[in-house]
């Protein structure tokens, strides 16, 4: 099965930037879309970011297009999430996922793997 790692969250102040990273072992990385979701205290684990197996198609979260970046290196099995001009609403737990599929998923239900999840914290 495929293993997901998340790294790169922490402490930021609002309008600044940060990047998280998601390492992945095992078979085909490259035929997994990846995605990021992200899950604040009290709310449910809401859609962020995902991208394609082939790195050509992406899709956003409105409260996010604009200020994060989905990317992808398969020659080193990451992905990404740049993250700018953060607000004190992105803090959350962020979670990478990966969806054995062409496609670009939005849901939940869409993926196979998680990752253990890294947490943000944007100050005011």
């Known amino acids: 099965q495929v293993q997901l790692v998340e790294s790169g969250g922490g402490l930021v102040q609002a309008g600044g930037s940060l990047r998280l990273s998601c390492a992945s072992s095992?078979?085909?990385?490259?035929?997994?879309?990846m995605g990021w979701f992200r899950q604040a205290s009290g709310n449910d684990r809401e859609f962020v970011a995902v991208?394609?197996?082939?790195?050509?198609?992406?899709s956003y979260a409105d409260s996010v297009k604009g200020r994060f970046t989905i990317s992808r290196d398969n020659a080193m099995n990451t992905v990404y999430l740049r993250m700018n001009s953060l607000i004190p609403e992105d803090s959350a737990v962020y979670y990478c996922?990966?969806?054995?599929?062409?496609?670009?998923?939005?849901?939940?239900?869409?993926?196979?793997?998680w990752g253990q999840g890294t947490q943000v914290t944007v100050s005011s």
């Open positions: 996922a990966a969806a054995q599929t062409f496609a670009t998923p939005i849901v939940q239900y869409g993926y196979n793997y």
């Open positions: 095992g078979r085909s990385f490259t035929r997994y879309a």
């Open positions: 991208i394609s197996w082939s790195g050509g198609s992406t």
